[in-house]
């Protein structure tokens, strides 16, 4: 695992998308990003932090801004996760050992209820259109949190 800082390039990288297809870092270049990193679809965190940045799109494409929801389900959950959802953000699986997730640190250690396990950290990245970081939120809370990316997005 790498540190990375506002400023630094993001890290390459291939994921499976719900299509059976892939998405790298090469597809963003060219507009704005977002990549926010949740734990597991169909949760209530994960599903309100998916809906907020759903119901916001277009105020993020507005803002030149494309975005992306990745945890380590599979694609086939992805899909459901979509459809029961109404999603409109695009996923991605970051599920490969080694994978964006542990370069960046956000799949860890955690702990709930005094039980210690791996899990993906909840955080978010904003890139800038040649794919260097220009804000990261780590350790999300996701009341608000949607809203408070587009504007970063729209001020960036």
């Known amino acids: 695992m790498t540190t990375y800082a506002e400023g630094d390039a993001f890290p390459e ?53 494309h975005l992306l929801g ?33 370069e960046l640190g956000v799949w860890g250690e955690k702990k709930n209820y005094g039980r210690t396990y791996m899990g993906m950290i909840r955080s978010t990245y904003l890139l800038d259109a040649d794919g260097k970081i220009l804000r990261i939120w780590p350790k999300v809370r996701v009341k608000d949190h949607a809203a408070e990316v587009l504007a970063a997005a729209q001020g960036a």
């Open 70 to 102: 990745v945890s380590k389900d599979s694609a086939r959950k992805h899909q459901n996760f979509i459809a029961k959802h109404d999603l409109t953000v695009d996923l991605a699986t970051d599920a490969e050992e080694a994978g964006l997730s542990d």
């Open 13 to 65: 990288f291939t994921m499976e998308t719900p299509d059976g297809g892939t998405v790298t870092k090469a597809d963003l270049l060219g507009k704005k990003t977002v990549i926010f990193f949740y734990p597991k679809d169909n949760t209530p965190g994960c599903t309100t932090e998916a809906r907020d940045f759903s119901a916001l799109k277009s105020e993020f494409e507005k803002a030149g801004t």
